[in-house]
């Protein structure tokens, strides 16, 4: 599986929306999870929401309500659509992608994924 390829960041008031997007070469449909995850500086990467190939879909608390995550397998795609952003969510934002989890692995455990992206930068000024 080629890498994801991330994109759609940028820079935004707080209080405003922001979409990304994800390029999945080897398929949507192939990977038994696909994710966003971020980074701020200075801390761990970190999940924000994952979908399933079920369509499951699992959210870190601190985006439930505002991300909405979704995935276009017709055009390999996968999306994060970010509103009431806030100035904590400013981070490089990743998509991940992982065909099976290791026994007793978790979706929002970085390590569980094999394929990344390069990042895309979401700034959200107060």
């Known amino acids: 599986q080629v890498q994801p390829v991330a994109s759609g960041g940028g820079s935004v008031e707080a209080g405003g929306s922001l979409g990304l997007s994800c390029a999945v070469p080897?398929?949507?449909?192939?990977?038994?999870?696909l994710g966003w995850f971020r980074q701020a500086p200075g801390k761990e990467r970190e999940a924000v929401a994952v979908?399933?190939?079920?369509?499951?879909?699992y959210y870190a608390d601190s985006v439930k309500g505002r991300f909405t995550i979704s995935q276009d397998n017709a055009v390999n795609t996968l999306y994060l659509q970010m509103n009431s952003l806030k100035p904590e969510d400013t981070a490089m934002y990743y998509c991940?992608?992982?065909?099976?989890?290791?026994?007793?692995?978790?979706?929002?455990?970085?390590?569980?994924?094999?394929?990344w992206g390069q990042g895309t930068q979401v700034t959200v000024s107060s």
């Open positions: 991940a992608a992982t065909p099976y989890f290791s026994y007793g692995g978790n979706w929002y455990e970085v390590g569980e994924y094999n394929y």
């Open positions: 080897g398929g949507t449909s192939g990977s038994h999870c």
């Open positions: 979908i399933y190939t079920d369509g499951s879909i």
